[in-house]
């Protein structure tokens, strides 16, 4: 039986259509809610997880392309919600209506894994595909900056 990795579990994809979005089989099936579905075109970055590693958005990416790869969502960032980022964001006050916060995360796990110390330049290059309705981009770089001092 077909099934896809999320978060360490294995979840049957059972008989569904593989053009299926990730995000809807993340929600829908792996129960994984942390997921948000915004714009449904990849433009506002709110169901961004990682495939393989990389920050994709789960709104455009068939469940087949996600086969044989590890899915990670916000709910397996860590066990307890005390990945470096994630207190970072607390400390600095960054969530205010909170429905972006979960894209936004993932994607800045995704360019710390890549550069354990990013610049200003970087990081709005790295967080450019994730909207913020509420404007907390001064406080998403400052959050990013100081979770990369700490995984240092």
């Known amino acids: ?3 896809l990795d999320v978060n360490g579990k294995a979840i049957p994809i059972d ?5 299926m979005p990730l995000l809807w089989f993340l929600r829908d099936h792996a129960g994984t809610t942390g997921v ?20 994709v958005r ?3 990416t068939p469940i087949s392309a996600a086969m044989g790869q590890k899915v990670v969502t916000i709910e397996g960032l860590s066990k307890d919600g005390d990945h470096p980022l994630q207190k ?16 936004q995360i993932m994607s800045a796990a995704a360019l710390l894994a890549e550069n354990k110390a990013p610049n200003d330049g970087q990081i709005d290059a790295a967080m450019s595909g ?10 998403i770089r ?6 990369a001092k700490e995984m240092g």
């Not at 970072?88 to 894209?103: D, F, R």
Request: charged content about 10%; overall charge positive; aromatic content about 6%.
């Open 58 to 60: 789960s709104c455009v």
């Open 130 to 139: 994730n909207l913020c309705r509420c404007g907390t981009y001064p406080r």
């Open 142 to 147: 400052a959050a990013i900056k100081a979770a």
């Open 88 to 103: 970072a964001w607390v400390a600095a006050g960054v969530p205010q209506c909170g429905y972006c916060q979960a894209g």
């Open 15 to 19: 008989d569904l259509d593989p053009s």
């Open 1 to 3: 039986m077909p099934q």
């Open 36 to 55: 948000k579905f915004g714009c449904g075109l990849a433009q506002c970055g709110c169901c961004t997880v990682h495939l393989g590693g990389r920050a």
